[in-house]
């Protein structure tokens, strides 16, 4: 995530649902992820430890363009090869300004067909999840590696 104070939300939610066990990173240190994850496989392409599941929720939708294209291939390297990652996007550019903002933070609402660009263009492959459309124009996607 991008703020310390949602990091700290997540993590009494982990508590009150009890999901120690399953030791979820929560931050937002890239560099804490691939430093403290259990080693899963070295990628070819970096050092960076690799996963098979990575959730992604509202975030990128706080990303401005700029950044945008590095989170995509951060997400790739650290994606396994055989992985998904769980990535939620608002893609209801006539009911929200496309460059607004949400408390102090960025909100990027961008079309479908901007996703399906970007992620192509790191070897990335998106499909929107079916049964899960909130009113807010959120989508749910799910990225893997293109084959």
């Keep these: 995530d991008l703020c310390a104070n949602r990091i700290e939300e997540a993590k009494k939610e982990v508590d009150e649902y009890k999901l120690n066990y399953k ?3 929560l931050t937002e240190d890239w560099e804490r992820i691939t ?3 259990v080693p899963l ?3 070819r392409f970096n050092n960076s430890r690799q996963f098979k599941h990575i959730w992604c929720y509202q975030v990128l939708i706080h990303i401005p363009d700029e950044s945008l294209h590095f ?3 951060r997400i790739k390297n650290v994606l396994k ?3 998904l990652a769980l990535v939620s996007v608002n893609t209801d550019v006539d009911g929200y300004p496309v460059d607004g903002k949400w408390c102090e933070y960025p909100f990027v609402c961008r079309r479908l067909d901007f996703y399906e660009e970007a992620f192509g263009k790191a070897g990335l ?3 929107q999840m079916e049964g899960w459309n909130p009113d807010s124009g ?3 996607l799910k990225v893997s ?3």
Excluded: V
Aim: charged share 40%; net charge positive.
């Design 23 to 25: 030791k979820p990173i």
């Design 35 to 37: 430093q403290e994850a």
């Design 41 to 43: 496989r070295k990628s």
């Design 71 to 73: 989170t995509i291939w």
């Design 81 to 83: 090869p055989d992985g």
């Design 125 to 127: 492959k998106i499909e």
């Design 138 to 140: 959120e989508k749910l």
């Design 145 to 147: 590696h293109s084959k």
